[in-house]
C-alpha cells in the first residue's frame, strides 16, 4: 500500500508562473513532511520540509502547506524558473514504531518551460 | 563539508552474481538508510542502520542485506542477482534518529543486471 501518493505523475507550467506540486499521505501517525528534488543521474536533493505543528513553510521561492486534516500538502514555487525543471519527491516520516522510516511518493516530473 | 559518498557510481553485473555497494555517510552523522529506484517506482525504502544495528527494513527478498561498521560506513549486498534488481541504489544519512531528521542522499550507484 502506498502511504504518500503523488497523482500528478508530471507538470508542465510557464516559466514566471506558480507551479503547485501535490501530495497526499494516509497514515495519520506521520508528523514531519520533506520535500527533495531530484536531477536526472544525481541524487535527490532536500528542498523544504515542514512539521506537523505548522500549517505553512517558506523558504524563498519555495512553500510548503499542509492541512492535516485532509491528509494533504503542497510544494508552491513561485516564480518557476527553467532551472526547476526536475522530478520533485514528497516524502514522510514519523509514527509509533519507525520514527527514521522516510517514507516517499512516487514523484512529480515538473517541467518549466521557458 | 564532504556529502554522502557512493561507490561505485555505475556497475554491470550478470544475472546470479552478487554485488556489494558502499556508502559513507556525512562526517558526523551515525544513521544511514538504502534506498532502491526503479522508472515508475519512486525511492523504495530497503533499510536503515544506526550504531550498526538494522532499525528499520523495508519489503524486500533476504537477498538484500546490509551492514554498518563502527565508523556509520555502511554497504549493502544483493546476492543471486536478477534482472529486476537493476536500479539507482541511493544511501541517505542522517544526524540521529529522531522524528523530523532531515536525510540527505549520495548520488548513487547505478547496478545493471545482464
Known amino acids: ?114 | 563539508k564532504a556529502g554522502v559518498t557512493q561507490t561505485p557510481r555505475y556497475l554491470i553485473k550478470t544475472r546470479g552474481q552478487q554485488v556489494t555497494l558502499s556508502c559513507s555517510p556525512i562526517s558526523g552523522h551515525r544513521s544511514v538508510s538504502w534506498y532502491q529506484q526503479t522508472p515508475g517506482q519512486g525511492l523504495q525504502f530497503l533499510f536503515e542502520y544506526f550504531s550498526e544495528t538494522q532499525r528499520n527494513k523495508g519489503n524486500f527478498p533476504g537477498r538484500f542485506s546490509g551492514r554498518q561498521f563502527s565508523n556509520s560506513r555502511s554497504e549493502m549486498n544483493v546476492s543471486t542477482l536478477e534482472l529486476g534488481d537493476s536500479a539507482l541504489y541511493l544511501c541517505a544519512s542522517s544526524l540521529k534518529r529522531a522524528p523530523g531528521n532531515t536525510i540527505y542522499f549520495g548520488e548513487g550507484s547505478w547496478l545493471t543486471v545482464v
Not at chain 1, 501518493?5 to 503547485?20: A, F
Not at chain 1, 503542497?74 to 526536475?86: C, E, M, N, R
Not at chain 1, 514519523?94 to 522516510?102: A, E, F, L, R
Request: proline share 6%.
Open chain 1, 1 to 114: 500500500d502506498q502511504q504518500v501518493k503523488q497523482n500528478s505523475p508530471s507538470l508542465s507550467v510557464q516559466e514566471g508562473r506558480i507551479s503547485i506540486l501535490n501530495c497526499d499521505y494516509t497514515n495519520s501517525m506521520f508528523d514531519y513532511f520533506l520535500w527533495y528534488k531530484k536531477y536526472p543521474a544525481e541524487g535527490p536533493t532536500f528542498l523544504i520540509s515542514i512539521s506537523s505543528i505548522k500549517d505553512k513553510n517558506e523558504d524563498g521561492r519555495f512553500t510548503v502547506f499542509l492541512n492535516k486534516s485532509a491528509k494533504h500538502l503542497s510544494l508552491h514555487i513561485v516564480p518557476s524558473q527553467p532551472g526547476d525543471s526536475a522530478v520533485y519527491f514528497c516524502a514522510a516520516s514519523g509514527g509509533s514504531t519507525s520514527y527514521d522510516k522516510v517514507i516517499f511518493g512516487p514523484g512529480t516530473s515538473l517541467s518549466v518551460i521557458p
